[in-house]
């Protein structure tokens, strides 16, 4: 028996591994010049950033610092940043995904939002987050305050009624929240338009809502003040952390309707892993290999300019090399039944939430 392998996974192989295919032929405008760069030369003034969001933005602010520090010490050469609007990266994806060329000047900048969009069957996503060759990515901790802990909220606090949780949109980074609560058996209600910590906060505090997800900066910094106050954790997305218990995975897990089996518990893990991710610097599937090759060991040295460091310290981000990254976007690419599981879920679940 013939085993066919579809090209579009060899492709993915090709582009997570940093190989390249030939490109035989490039569409350009009239007033278009495609440039080409030599990968052995490091006198290059033309690369290009897309960030996935205004300039304003947390991305932004962090796409800012990252191309001064790159010019200042790893290469004398000027980094243009195009700012895109949008809050969850997916118009800088897409513009991505319509400039794509093999010279390597130009990458993109995105967060994990781009990708839950993606797996979401998002109606503006025309672009595929698989066909990217990651450099390098940052990984954040994310942790779910409640009035009350998971075990303590059962039988006086969730029965008979939906637990109100906070987020920016129906299909945001916070919905590893929404379907992670409805793996353990509780019913959701969505609050939709909690997009900063400090609304977020208030809406908790007047009871707005029962849950919400904190990633940002300024509320892991508060996290310990707020548990010292009234709140609790009601879990964590990874066991990274040991202090914020319980982790989601080992509490889902616990419970009796648990099974390995879970098609949905896979995809909460790619969206977990996705929410995480809030830093992305990936290049086109096309890239010469030794022009990723040269990304990559100029990114290595990120790690070493105390700047820099000091920058993940304030974001509460954990730099993740090239290997890791590689590994990162492997788990990000789920089994079509996961993701299939995730869309139907969310075509039963959405009608009930808007209603």
């Given at each position: 028996?013939?085993?066919?392998?579809?090209?579009?996974?060899?492709?993915?192989?090709?582009?997570?591994?940093?190989?390249s295919?030939?490109?035989?032929?490039?569409?350009?405008?009239?007033?278009?010049?495609?440039?080409?760069?030599?990968?052995?030369?490091?006198?290059?003034?033309?690369?290009?950033?897309?960030?996935?969001?205004?300039?304003?933005?947390?991305?932004?602010?962090?796409?800012?610092?990252l191309?001064?520090?790159?010019?200042?010490?790893?290469?004398?050469?000027?980094?243009?940043?195009?700012?895109?609007?949008?809050?969850?990266?997916?118009?800088?994806?897409?513009?991505?995904?319509?400039?794509?060329?093999?010279?390597?000047?130009?990458?993109?900048?995105?967060?994990?939002?781009?990708?839950?969009?993606?797996?979401?069957?998002?109606?503006?996503?025309?672009?595929?987050?698989?066909?990217?060759?990651?450099?390098?990515?940052?990984?954040?901790?994310?942790?779910?305050?409640?009035?009350?802990?998971?075990?303590?909220?059962?039988?006086?606090?969730?029965?008979?009624?939906?637990?109100?949780v906070?987020?920016?949109?129906?299909?945001?980074?916070?919905?590893?929240?929404?379907?992670?609560?409805?793996?353990?058996?509780?019913?959701?209600?969505?609050?939709?338009?909690?997009?900063?910590?400090?609304?977020?906060?208030?809406?908790?505090?007047?009871?707005?809502?029962?849950?919400?997800?904190?990633?940002?900066?300024?509320g892991?910094?508060e996290?310990?003040?707020?548990?010292?106050?009234?709140?609790?954790?009601?879990?964590?997305?990874?066991?990274?952390?040991?202090?914020?218990?319980?982790?989601?995975?080992?509490?889902?897990?616990?419970?009796?309707?648990?099974?390995?089996?879970?098609?949905?518990?896979?995809?909460?893990?790619?969206l977990?892993?996705?929410?995480?991710?809030?830093?992305?610097?990936?290049?086109p599937?096309?890239t010469?290999?030794?022009?990723?090759?040269?990304?990559?060991?100029?990114?290595?040295?990120?790690?070493?300019?105390?700047?820099?460091?000091?920058?993940?310290?304030?974001?509460?981000?954990?730099?993740?090399?090239?290997?890791n990254?590689?590994?990162?976007?492997?788990?990000?690419?789920?089994?079509?039944?996961?993701?299939?599981?995730?869309?139907?879920?969310?075509?039963?679940?959405?009608?009930?939430?808007e209603?």
């Amino acid at each position: 028996m013939s085993l066919l392998i579809p090209r579009r996974r060899i492709l993915q192989f090709l582009s997570i591994a940093g190989f390249s295919t030939t490109l035989y032929s490039i569409g350009v405008k009239g007033n278009e010049v495609l440039s080409t760069m030599d990968p052995t030369k490091d006198n290059q003034d033309n690369y290009s950033f897309i960030v996935g969001g205004t300039k304003e933005s947390r991305l932004g602010k962090l796409a800012t610092n990252l191309a001064e520090i790159y010019k200042q010490n790893i290469q004398n050469s000027s980094l243009l940043l195009h700012f895109t609007t949008g809050f969850d990266s997916v118009t800088a994806s897409n513009l991505f995904d319509t400039r794509l060329t093999q010279d390597g000047g130009l990458a993109l900048i995105t967060s994990g939002s781009a990708i839950i969009a993606a797996l979401s069957a998002d109606s503006r996503v025309h672009f595929d987050y698989q066909r990217w060759i990651p450099v390098f990515c940052t990984l954040t901790p994310i942790i779910v305050i409640a009035r009350q802990p998971f075990h303590n909220s059962i039988p006086d606090l969730l029965k008979n009624r939906s637990m109100k949780v906070g987020v920016s949109t129906l299909i945001g980074k916070e919905l590893p929240t929404l379907l992670g609560t409805e793996l353990l058996q509780i019913r959701t209600k969505p609050v939709i338009g909690i997009t900063t910590f400090k609304t977020g906060i208030e809406a908790l505090r007047n009871r707005t809502i029962d849950l919400l997800q904190i990633d940002s900066p300024e509320g892991l910094a508060e996290l310990p003040k707020l548990l010292k106050d009234e709140f609790h954790v009601f879990f964590s997305f990874s066991n990274d952390n040991s202090v914020y218990n319980p982790v989601f995975s080992m509490l889902y897990t616990q419970l009796p309707h648990y099974r390995m089996s879970n098609t949905l518990f896979e995809i909460w893990q790619t969206l977990a892993l996705a929410a995480r991710m809030n830093f992305a610097f990936v290049l086109p599937m096309l890239t010469p290999s030794a022009l990723v090759t040269k990304w990559r060991l100029n990114t290595e040295k990120l790690a070493t300019v105390p700047n820099f460091n000091i920058i993940m310290q304030e974001n509460n981000m954990s730099f993740q090399n090239n290997i890791n990254s590689i590994k990162i976007f492997s788990q990000l690419t789920p089994s079509i039944t996961a993701t299939l599981a995730l869309r139907r879920w969310l075509s039963l679940k959405i009608p009930q939430w808007e209603n």
